[in-house]
Every structure is written in structure tokens, then in C-alpha cells.
């Protein structure tokens, strides 16, 4: 009978235990997704001419490349040259000026800026990839004469995302 006791007892020691109550929590697992975005544009160039009497019409494209699907504006700047403003960009060689200005449409109405007095900014929203776009740019008329040289402007693209 002491084996039979024994053997019991041994039993009930190393049997599973009876729970009687549980208890819940939760926990939040997150990750945090940026945003980054690169731009780039090629140069416009209007070529060589020797009459600024016709508008001279150019273009050019750009792309912005983002890891992430966001809200993508592209602004742009009035420029280096001369005295250059959003209504009337210039080109200069030091002295001479040139009018120009970019346009987001080739029918070139909606001028490029920075979204203010009228100016247009180019928008999308990223596919994850390179999303490309065109800039147009068309010079004055009726600007002859002009010296000979190279005039030129340095305009800042910024892509906000």
C-alpha cells in the first residue's frame, strides 16, 4: 500500500496544475515608413541662333524618384540671370539679358514657380519609382540685338514630399 501512496502521490506532484483565472494584454507592433526622394533635370538648352525676333520655344524633363508613395510638388525658382522674376525670367552674360520663361504645359500658359501670384508647380503623387515630367521653355520675341555670347541662368528645382 506505501507503493500505491507513493506512486499517488508522485502522480499529483508531477500532474499539470489546474488553473482557475487568465489574464489578457496587447501590445502594438509598428514600423515607420519614410519618404525619400531624389530629382534631377536635365539642362534646357535653346540652342545657337543668330535672331531673337521669333519666340524661341525648348524643353526639357525631369525626374523625381521616391522609396515610397507620397505627395510629390516640384517648385521651381526665378533664377539667376539679370533681374529675373516669376513673371519674366532672364538669362544673362554678365551684362545683356535675355527674357525667357518655363512652362509646366507645352502650350505655354502655366508658368513654373513656387505655386504663388499665379505660378504653377508641378504635382503628383510617387509610384515608388522614377516618375518623369517635362518643363518647356520659351524665349521673349523681339529681343534683337543682342551681343554674341552665351547667356545663361541657374534655376533651383525642389521637390517637397
Excluded: H, W
Excluded at 68 to 75: F, K, R
Amino acid at each position: 500500500m506505501n507503493k500505491r501512496k507513493a506512486l499517488s502521490l508522485c502522480a499529483l506532484l508531477l500532474s499539470t496544475p489546474v488553473f482557475s483565472a487568465t489574464e489578457d494584454t496587447t501590445f502594438l507592433v509598428s514600423i515607420t515608413i519614410e519618404n525619400d526622394c531624389t530629382i534631377s533635370i536635365n539642362d534646357l538648352n535653346f540652342g545657337t541662333v543668330n535672331d531673337l525676333t521669333p519666340s524661341i520655344s525648348g524643353s526639357t524633363s525631369g525626374t523625381v524618384t521616391c522609396t515610397g508613395l507620397a505627395p510629390v510638388s516640384v517648385a521651381f525658382s526665378a533664377g539667376t540671370g539679370g533681374t529675373s522674376s516669376f513673371t519674366t525670367r532672364q538669362m544673362d552674360d554678365g551684362t545683356n539679358t535675355i527674357d525667357y520663361n518655363l512652362y509646366r504645359d507645352a502650350a505655354n500658359t502655366e508658368i513654373l514657380g513656387d505655386g504663388t501670384g499665379g505660378t504653377f508647380t508641378i504635382d503628383f503623387t510617387s509610384t515608388g519609382g522614377a516618375d518623369a515630367f517635362d518643363v518647356y521653355g520659351l524665349t521673349g520675341a523681339g529681343q534683337n540685338p543682342k551681343p554674341a555670347g552665351t547667356y545663361n541662368s541657374t534655376i533651383t528645382a525642389t521637390a517637397t514630399f
